[in-house]
């Protein structure tokens, strides 16, 4: 099992658009079927650190039954929970995690150039070349430079693997260039609700604007697949029709109200995942991993050890996330007590062999 992103090379000059025979579906964390298979480990003993998923999710509460023998319904609550959370007046729409957002809405415009980070989430470069668009991968040093040469520009922040935040300052700017000639500025924050802060939610439903959100990571909950997106209300209509009719489902709609309105344990979240994050770099600086990057949930490592580590600690039931340009892990953060100690103990020994 390879468990690696395959990397776009950032071209100088003239942009050529990324072919998928070369670029195939980006790969994924999670995979513990495919590594306890690979590796002869039964599933029950892995470590899954591949994910940057809250190891300490949102304690779920059963729907009732009518959630389960009843269609869902728009007018449930979900929005307004949804709009209080993010902090804004405007009520985004909910998809089926924000993955469904990211593969619909190359739909909704002519074939166009598309800028994407250069090291990211590589979802959104697939999605747009799927659907006939140039994409041109940006430096991740400054992808605003190439405004002039692109009509949409997707930003992932805080990026997926780097840990990169972008200025608010920064972004509405972008944004102001791309919407003086009908462009897009895409702005991913699945990462974000660890910092609320440094979201762009406070600018929702402007032109130009599209901001995704995810319940998959703060909230642990990335088995329900519930998502928001933020955009001016003709284009969230557009890529309402496009989706069609019960894009959430009615439990995952009921789970996702509760949550969103649980502010208790929301704060208690903001609180702890930080000094987690910053437990789990301190432990891999320990050990001669300083991180490049990161967020409260994952810290990112860049090391020509990358293939070796991956294996290693693979063979030890632990599986991470691995890329291979440029060389590096991401480990998100362990769950409980256990957890820490066998991610220690596992780095003493593959570090040091």
Not at 103 to 127: K, M, S
Not at 141 to 150: C, K, M, N, V
Not at 269 to 286: C, W
Request: charged share 15%; proline share 9%; net charge neutral.
């Amino acid at each position: 099992m390879t468990n690696v992103i395959p990397s776009l090379p950032f071209i100088s000059g003239e942009h050529p658009p990324v072919d998928l025979a070369t670029h195939p579906s980006p790969t994924h964390g999670g995979q513990l079927r495919q590594a306890s298979a690979c590796f002869g480990i039964p599933l029950a003993d892995w470590l899954d650190l591949s994910t940057g998923i809250n190891p300490c999710a949102w304690p779920v509460i059963a729907p009732p039954a009518s959630a389960w023998v009843r269609l869902p319904e728009e007018d449930d609550g979900l929005d307004a929970a949804a709009a209080a959370f993010y902090g804004t007046p405007f009520h985004p729409l909910p998809v089926a995690g924000s993955q469904a957002a990211i593969q619909a809405l190359p739909n909704l415009r002519a074939p166009c150039r598309v800028g994407v980070p250069q090291v990211g989430y590589q979802e959104h470069a697939h999605a747009w070349h799927r659907a006939g668009h140039q994409v041109i991968t940006l430096p991740d040093s400054d992808p605003g430079r190439a405004l002039d040469e692109i009509d949409c520009l997707i930003v992932i922040n805080p990026n997926n693997p780097t840990g990169h935040c972008w200025p608010l300052a920064t972004l509405r700017d972008w944004h102001h260039q791309l919407a003086a000639r009908n462009g897009w500025l895409i702005v991913d924050e699945a990462f974000m609700d660890a910092t609320p802060e440094q979201s762009m939610a406070a600018d929702a439903g402007r032109t130009g604007l599209i901001l995704l959100r995810s319940l998959g990571k703060f909230f642990g909950l990335a088995g329900a697949r519930v998502g928001f997106l933020f955009a001016e209300p003709a284009l969230q209509s557009r890529l309402k029709s496009l989706l069609g009719p019960w894009t959430l489902n009615g439990p995952a709609r009921c789970i996702a109200r509760q949550a969103l309105r649980d502010t208790g344990w929301q704060q208690t979240t903001r609180a702890t995942l930080p000094r987690d994050g910053e437990r789990l770099a301190s432990l891999l600086h320990r050990h001669g991993l300083t991180p490049v990057g990161g967020t409260a949930l994952f810290q990112w490592v860049i090391t020509p050890e990358a293939d070796r580590l991956y294996r290693a600690l693979a063979q030890q039931g632990i599986l991470v996330r691995h890329f291979i340009a440029p060389r590096s892990l991401r480990l998100g953060l362990p769950g409980s007590a256990s957890d820490w100690e066998r991610l220690d103990m596992a780095l003493a020994a593959v570090v040091q062999s």
